[in-house]
């Protein structure tokens, strides 16, 4: 009879795997999200007649160090994400503009 070398790996659990790859959402991030990424948001908004500039989209996701917003979507643009969402058929939470980070499942 031999001995065998075998050292079996610890296990990793499905749940703790995903935690680790998941960072917060920022309320920008999670409404960019929903429509499928910025250049998505903006197509919406062009087809609903507001005009926003895709670097202004994407300032909504980077921080006032970097001349962004920090995470928050301008309130003047909010009739048009709205009208933009109903046009999409998406649908926006109160808690989707909730400014704080927020961790999605």
Do not use: C
């Given at each position: 009879?031999t001995?065998?070398?075998?050292?079996?790996?610890?296990?990793?659990?499905?749940?703790?795997?995903?935690?680790?790859?998941?960072?917060?959402?920022?309320?920008?991030q999670?409404?960019?999200?929903?429509?499928?990424?910025?250049?998505?948001?903006?197509?919406?908004?062009?087809?609903?007649?507001?005009?926003?500039?895709?670097?202004q989209?994407?300032?909504?996701t980077?921080?006032?160090?970097?001349?962004?917003t920090?995470g928050?979507?301008?309130s003047?643009?909010h009739?048009a994400?709205?009208?933009?969402?109903?046009?999409?058929?998406?649908?926006?939470?109160?808690?989707?503009?909730?400014?704080r980070?927020?961790?999605?499942?």
């Amino acid at each position: 009879m031999t001995e065998s070398n075998y050292v079996p790996r610890p296990q990793r659990h499905l749940q703790d795997q995903q935690v680790e790859d998941l960072s917060p959402l920022s309320s920008a991030q999670r409404i960019i999200a929903k429509f499928g990424g910025v250049s998505a948001l903006h197509r919406a908004f062009a087809a609903v007649g507001h005009k926003a500039a895709i670097s202004q989209i994407y300032r909504w996701t980077t921080g006032p160090e970097r001349v962004g917003t920090g995470g928050i979507i301008p309130s003047k643009h909010h009739r048009a994400l709205f009208a933009a969402a109903r046009a999409e058929g998406i649908v926006l939470l109160s808690s989707d503009f909730d400014p704080r980070k927020q961790v999605t499942f």
